[in-house]
């Protein structure tokens, strides 16, 4: 592990935001700091040399050995919203229901709150959900199998979208990286993408978790726009948006 005094003070700065967040744009690094993007690519690629952190889609991520961890660190932040956010909407989820549930730390938490419920089918490439809810033996559970991502735990690939695109779930909700300034739910990478649109695409209703840190953000892989929502459940006042789902539950959080 380099010394601290081989860092200069923007690098610093980077690393504790990188200790907080799960990425960090090069174009808001440079307008943070008032410096050039060459600067700041500069400053990223000693930090990428020292290992301390990974170029990732136009920014940096922390480095793949922290990765493991960071996954328990993205399940714990912000974890008062995302169980406020869950349990809203588990308590809009009919019993008898099939649901889709996707991607994220959002949607495991909405697991959490389905644990105790009974005549309900899940299906999800989650393998956390799968572990959560695979507790309680009156849920039918199904589990996509594929590539197994044990950085995210999650399954993607082409043997996912296809056992996906078989079933016809009443709902199907899903989290995301980031929902950009023009309305766009976006990804990190299409894997993810892909999943959550298949997901979307079978379902007879499409909800979105996203609490207040994915808003106003960018991520390089578009999924849909917001007005494709049926619901949307998050912790932040969506007054930037032109073009919204007919239903947004706010739910106020500390």
Request: glycine share 6%.
């Amino acid at each position: 592990m380099p010394q601290e005094a081989e860092l200069n003070w923007r690098q610093r700065e980077i690393l504790a935001q990188l200790a907080k967040t799960e990425h960090l744009e090069t174009d808001d690094l440079a307008t943070q700091f008032s410096v050039t993007t060459q600067t700041v690519r500069r400053d990223i690629n000693q930090l990428c040399a020292l290992g301390l952190a990974r170029r990732h889609h136009g920014g940096i991520n922390m480095p793949s050995a922290h990765v493991n961890s960071d996954y328990q660190r993205r399940l714990q932040r912000h974890s008062g919203v995302k169980t406020a956010i869950a349990r809203a909407v588990a308590e809009h989820i009919p019993e008898g229901a099939t649901v889709m549930l996707g991607i994220g730390t959002t949607v495991s938490a909405i697991a959490e709150q389905l644990l105790t419920r009974r005549n309900l089918r899940v299906i999800t490439n989650n393998v956390q959900i799968a572990h959560i809810l695979g507790a309680n033996p009156d849920l039918d559970i199904w589990l996509a199998g594929g590539k197994l991502r044990a950085n995210d735990q999650d399954m993607v690939g082409h043997s996912v979208l296809q056992f996906l695109s078989r079933f016809q779930p009443d709902i199907a909700i899903i989290g995301c990286a980031a929902v950009n300034e023009e309305g766009w739910v976006c990804e990190f990478s299409p894997d993810e993408a892909d999943v959550s649109d298949t997901m979307l695409s079978a379902a007879s209703a499409r909800w979105l978790v996203a609490d207040g840190s994915k808003w106003q953000r960018s991520a390089p892989v578009k999924v849909t726009t917001l007005s494709q929502f049926d619901y949307v459940f998050t912790n932040d006042v969506l007054s930037n948006y032109s073009t919204l789902p007919p239903d947004i539950a706010f739910i106020p959080c500390d």
